[in-house]
């Protein structure tokens, strides 16, 4: 059975609220797989890629991207982020979806969903408590509007999946995720374009949050 989702957020006034409804709406009608009764766990990314879109002309440079596995089962990743020209401001996010079963292939693949949003990005892009939140957090110096054109350093960055987990989302491990990320400026050029390849896995947990 498929489970392919289209999914345009519409803009509302609150940028946390906007998201929310958004994942629920493209990600709760998935049926929630049952763990073991009684083992308390934890989702953490491990990736297979990170790139410059291949395919699409930005206007920032992304380098000497490595990867480093952390204690807790999960991968850090380094990097170097580099954005050509001053940005002002963020008009638009584009998320494009797709999920892929037993490897990154075309003929593994399948498009899940995509996601738009447009209202206050900035503000958006530095909420607290979002599966992006790290990896905004871990930009040196710090990524926040406006952006001037210099070298910016990613250190140990990684995405936050708790948020999948207080939404009963267990089926998102079942999967190797491909996804796209745009952020499209104020005068409507695709400033940044990147392509993430990562298989949520999920961890057994001590009390303390640490993997057994």
Known sequence: MSFMRSTTCVPMTTGLLFVWVCLCSSMLRVPVASGAQGLKTKLVAKYYGIEKCKDKESLFHFANVSYVLHDDGGTLVNAILDFLVPISSFKTIVVNINRCAGGVASNLCEYYTRW????????????????????????KPTFKCPVPAIRRYCTNCSLDLRLADSMGLRFVDK?????????????????????????????PTHKSGSKS
């Open 175 to 203: 999967y190797i995720w491909d996804t796209e990320i745009q952020l499209w400026s104020e005068r409507n050029q695709l400033a940044f374009c990147m392509t993430m390849y990562f298989e949520p896995q999920r961890v």
């Open 116 to 139: 738009t949003w447009s209202t206050a990005i900035c503000s958006l892009l530095v909420t607290k408590n979002m599966i992006w939140t790290p990896w905004v957090e871990c930009i």
